[in-house]
DNA sequence: TTCCAGGAGGTCT
DNA sequence: AGACCTCCTGGA
């Protein structure tokens, strides 16, 4: 992929990059941690660092990125090598789609980590994107690294092993209301599964088998996209939705269609789809659109809130 | 200005 | 099919 980069003293140039628009990627609804600062102008975490993004046109500098990292982080985090316009242009043979694809051309999903978006979907589940930031955010702040950015404190998400310490009343207090159990639980899973890969664990044989087979999120990324989605959710606090979710945006599952309220009003918009379950509507979807539904699903879903369409 | 009802990017039992 | 926690918003 030809991009045109530059690397400066701790920023990285990008100039004439194409289907990249950083309002769109931060505000099409697979992540949280993503600040507007101005027009064009984000601040994000992620991998335990902070990083300025500002796009004049079709130049995107990343402030606060070495070379290295944006070699070994960046690239993928942003999903630079792959091509979107072969992607719209095989999802625009649907007449259907096309309106969104041009409302949404600059869209790319993020790789993001898996054990972040575990728990950070499992607070979206019935509630409001301003109350899962706040939540996430005091998450990090109570159990994550600080860092350091133009003066101000960042804080990374927490490690498997630091958010292992969180009780479900210290959750609760954080914001994370019904679901703290959930989190609690689904992190000390994850947690004693990596002890026990390391054989730290001091367990009976069975709960360890148990562990390795049902809740390592390594294992579970290596899965096919359909025993993946089944695999997410054995954890407490993750569904259909949540699982489509992750799988999507930290594991490269892109047969994924989260099938949420704007989704559903999306498709009964375009695709005259009726007032359906919404497994029906993720069937339909995933039929029609196969390996790039998880795309498709972005486009619609940007379309409709920015819209604010009814039906 | 203050207050209350309704709703928010589902999942569990 | 109902319950679930909490914050935010809009209208009275």
Redesign the pocket.
């Known amino acids: 992929m030809g991009l045109d980069i530059h690397y400066l003293d701790n920023k990285v140039v990008i100039n004439n990059i194409k289907n990249f628009n950083i309002k769109q990627i931060c505000?099409?609804?697979?992540c949280f941690r993503w600040k507007k600062e101005k027009e064009n102008n984000y601040i994000g975490v992620a991998y335990g660092r902070v990083i300025e993004v500002l796009q004049e046109d079709d130049t995107v500098t990343i402030y606060n990125a070495s070379e290295e990292d944006f070699k070994n982080i960046w690239i993928k985090y942003f999903d630079l090598e792959r091509d979107y316009s072969k992607i719209k242009d095989i999802l625009s043979q649907d007449e259907i789609l096309k309106v969104a694809l041009e409302y949404g051309y600059g869209i790319r999903i993020l790789n993001q980590d898996p054990f972040e978006l575990v728990i950070s979907?499992?607070i979206?589940?019935?509630?409001?994107?301003?109350?899962i930031s706040?939540t996430i955010n005091n998450i990090c702040e109570a159990y994550g690294k600080k860092l350091d950015y133009k003066g101000k404190i960042y804080y990374a998400f927490p490690t498997i092993e630091e958010l292992s310490k969180a009780s479900v009343e210290e959750i609760?207090n954080l914001?994370g209301?019904?679901r703290s159990k959930?989190i609690v639980d689904t992190t000390n899973k994850i947690y004693m599964c990596n002890l026990a890969k390391e054989k730290k664990l001091d367990e009976s044989k069975e709960i360890i088998e148990e562990l390795l087979e049902k809740y390592d999120l390594e294992k579970i990324k290596n899965m096919s996209d359909n025993d993946c989605h089944k695999a997410l959710?054995e954890?407490?606090?993750?569904?259909?939705?949540?699982?489509d979710?992750i799988m999507l945006f930290s594991m490269q599952k892109y047969s994924a269609f989260?099938v949420?309220?704007?989704v559903k009003r999306a498709m009964i918009h375009f695709y005259g789809a009726n007032d359906t379950s919404?497994n029906k509507i993720r069937v339909f979807a995933r039929e029609k659109f196969g390996e790039l539904s998880g795309f498709a699903q972005q486009y619609l879903?940007y379309y409709a809130?920015e819209k604010g369409i009814k039906f």
């Open positions: 505000e099409c609804g697979q979907y499992i979206s589940a019935r509630n409001s994107i301003p109350v706040k609760k914001g209301s019904f959930y959710q954890f407490k606090g993750i569904g259909a939705k949540v699982s979710c989260p949420d309220i704007w919404l879903f809130r």
